[in-house]
């Protein structure tokens, strides 16, 4: 089976630097959440940020930390009105046994208002 591990973190600005710690936090917070997960069982990974993040790939930062055999993409979100601002969303494709409500998604920052349900 293949589960969805949703996530997202914001930043101040839009810095190289502090997306790529950002994503990394929220990797690792992804990681931490989901003791199961494992590299190898990552089908692929999709990464999303919002129109006013110009300067860096999200996806660097999995490179960064070591994870060259997982596909990555990276998209720009709909520029709807209203929207959080300076937002990277991530979309993990998970093979595993275990059931949907098992999984644990990880919103930071300002970004837990986009999911304040899963941001307990």
């Given amino acids: 089976m293949v589960r969805g591990i949703r996530g997202a973190t914001t930043v101040e600005q839009d810095d190289p630097d502090l997306i790529l710690?950002?994503?990394?936090?929220?990797?690792?917070k992804i990681l931490e959440g989901n003791p199961g997960l494992a590299?190898?069982?990552i089908a692929s990974i999709l990464f999303t940020v919002t129109d006013d993040i110009i300067s860096i790939h999200p996806a660097a930062a999995a490179r960064k930390m070591g994870w060259n055999n997982v596909p990555l993409l990276c998209s720009t979100e709909i520029p709807v009105t209203g929207s959080l601002p300076l937002c990277v969303r991530v979309?993990?494709?998970?093979?595993?046994?275990l059931a949907q409500s098992q999984v644990k998604h990880i919103?930071?920052?300002?970004?837990v208002r986009l999911?304040?349900?899963l941001s307990k």
């Fill in 91 to 97: 979309l993990i494709h998970w093979n595993t046994d």
């Fill in 107 to 111: 919103y930071l920052n300002e970004a």
């Fill in 115 to 117: 999911r304040p349900d």
């Fill in 39 to 41: 590299t190898d069982d």
């Fill in 21 to 28: 710690a950002a994503t990394a936090e929220l990797l690792e």
